[in-house]
């Protein structure tokens, strides 16, 4: 079992090069599609606690009924919001990853790399071939 846990929506770019980048550490994550196997709210409230967001953070507007829903309105509490991600899950930001060193939204992928207990074991590029790991496993400096 491994000690690394990714919310994961295979339909999203970020979310592929996040586990791409676990994987390319030599672990293999347990992966959670939280589309189709949604967090209960006891599992949600302490994943945004552990990642030290506001709550409205944690929310995604694109793609979503964020706007249909009027959630960027001040008047809902952290706890309406919240109901708000259990009912649509979608509204969930992306991927959301655990690991022995921390809780993190890892938008842009490479947040990953600062939680990740292993090195990275060879070269990596984004699915739009954005090199992020070099043959060394070390992290490319953006130019």
């Known amino acids: 079992m ?3 846990t990714i919310y994961h929506n295979p339909a999203c770019g970020t979310s592929r090069n ?5 994987r390319n550490t030599g672990d293999e994550p347990t992966v959670i599609e939280y ?5 209960d ?3 949600l409230v302490q994943l945004i606690a552990a990642m030290g967001m ?5 929310l995604r507007q694109k793609g979503t009924p964020y706007d249909e829903l009027g959630l960027g309105d001040t008047k809902w ?3 309406q919001l919240i109901d708000f991600m259990l009912q649509h899950p979608i509204l969930i930001n992306r991927p959301i990853v655990v690991t022995p060193l921390g809780t993190r939204l890892c938008r842009p992928s490479e947040a990953v790399l600062d939680i990740l207990p292993k090195p990275q074991q060879g070269a990596f590029a984004k699915e739009d071939g954005e090199a992020v790991i ?3 496993g ?4 953006k130019p």
């Not at 589309?35 to 967090?39: G, M, R």
């Open 2 to 4: 491994s000690d690394i």
């Open 18 to 22: 996040v586990l791409a980048l676990i």
């Open 35 to 39: 589309l189709k196997t949604p967090p």
């Open 41 to 43: 709210r006891a599992t």
């Open 54 to 58: 506001p709550v409205r953070d944690v």
């Open 77 to 79: 509490s952290d706890d």
């Open 134 to 136: 070099d043959a060394k």
């Open 138 to 141: 070390q992290r490319v400096a």
